[in-house]
C-alpha cells in the first residue's frame, strides 16, 4: 500500500492558561493526499479537576465539539465550514491563548489515515 504525509496536533485543555498545565482533550488529522480531516476528543473532568478545581469542564466539552464540527465542515461551523480541508487544519492549529489550545503540529506517513486518528487519539488523549 502506499503511504501518505499527514499532519497532526493535539488539543489542549489549559485551565489556567497564566500556569500552562494542560490535558489532552483530542488530536486533530490532515492528510491532504486522502483529502482527510478528522479529529477526536474526550475531555476527563476528572483529570481536568486535577489540574483546576474550578475549570468549566461544560466550557471544554463544547470547544472540543465545536473543533469536530468544524473538521466534519457542518453547516453550524459557520464560514469556516466552505473552507478546504487544510485549510479548516491550518485555522483550527493556530496558535491561540484559550482554554482550549492545539499543541504543535506534526508529520508522519500512514497508509490510512482514519486508523492513525484513532492511534493517536488512544496514545495522546485516552
Not at 489540574?51 to 453547516?75: F, H, N, Q, S, Y
Amino acid at each position: 500500500m502506499t503511504r501518505h504525509a499527514f499532519e497532526y496536533a493535539a488539543l489542549r485543555a489549559v485551565p489556567r492558561v497564566d500556569r500552562g498545565e494542560f490535558v489532552n482533550v483530542g488530536v486533530l488529522l490532515y492528510c491532504q493526499a486522502k483529502d482527510f480531516l478528522g479529529a477526536r476528543g474526550h475531555v476527563d473532568a476528572a483529570r481536568l479537576r486535577a489540574v483546576d478545581g474550578a475549570v468549566d469542564v461544560e466550557a471544554v466539552e463544547a470547544a472540543v465539539g465545536a473543533v469536530a464540527t468544524a473538521c466534519a465542515a457542518e453547516a453550524s461551523a459557520g464560514p469556516v465550514a466552505e473552507t478546504s480541508a487544510g485549510a479548516r487544519f491550518r485555522w483550527l492549529t493556530t496558535p491561540r491563548s484559550t482554554g482550549v489550545q492545539p499543541g504543535p503540529v506534526h508529520a508522519g506517513l500512514t497508509e490510512d489515515p482514519e486508523w492513525e486518528l484513532d492511534h493517536l487519539f488512544h496514545r495522546l488523549v485516552l
